[in-house]
């Protein structure tokens, strides 16, 4: 099983808005950022917006302004929330937490992702 679960996805209009979410199936610390990924058919996979530890967040220059990652701890949830989607926003979505297990160490862990469809 993978160690984080994606949920959130779907088929959206142009436009239109869709909320992802991503949580840990497993025990994790250490966590220094989490973040959100995509893969489109046919293309390499993308960096789209992180969270880190500290509260800073970085986005990607296509979704800058449109999306918008938080994180909850309460949930041990991070979430996406996509606005004006455009159909060049279809792909599968990626959650990564990067985690620190041991000094010098960095560790990727990876969801199974979530198919997001914007298409009229």
């Known amino acids: 099983q993978a160690p984080l679960v994606e949920s959130g996805g779907g088929l959206v209009q142009p436009g239109g808005s869709l909320r992802l979410s991503c949580t840990a199936s497993?025990?994790?610390?250490?966590?220094?950022?989490r973040n959100w990924y995509r893969q489109a058919p046919g293309s390499e996979r993308e960096f789209v917006a992180s969270i880190h530890s500290s509260g800073t967040t970085n986005y990607a220059d296509s979704v800058s302004g449109r999306f918008t990652i938080s994180r909850d701890y309460a949930k041990n949830m991070v979430s996406l929330q996509m606005n004006n989607l455009k159909p060049e926003d279809t792909a599968v979505y990626y959650c990564?937490?990067?985690?620190?297990?041991?000094?010098?160490?960095?560790?990727?862990?990876w969801g199974q992702g979530t198919q997001v469809t914007v298409s009229s």
């Open positions: 990564m937490w990067q985690t620190i297990p041991s000094i010098g160490k960095k560790l990727d862990n």
């Open positions: 497993v025990s994790m610390s250490h966590v220094i950022t």
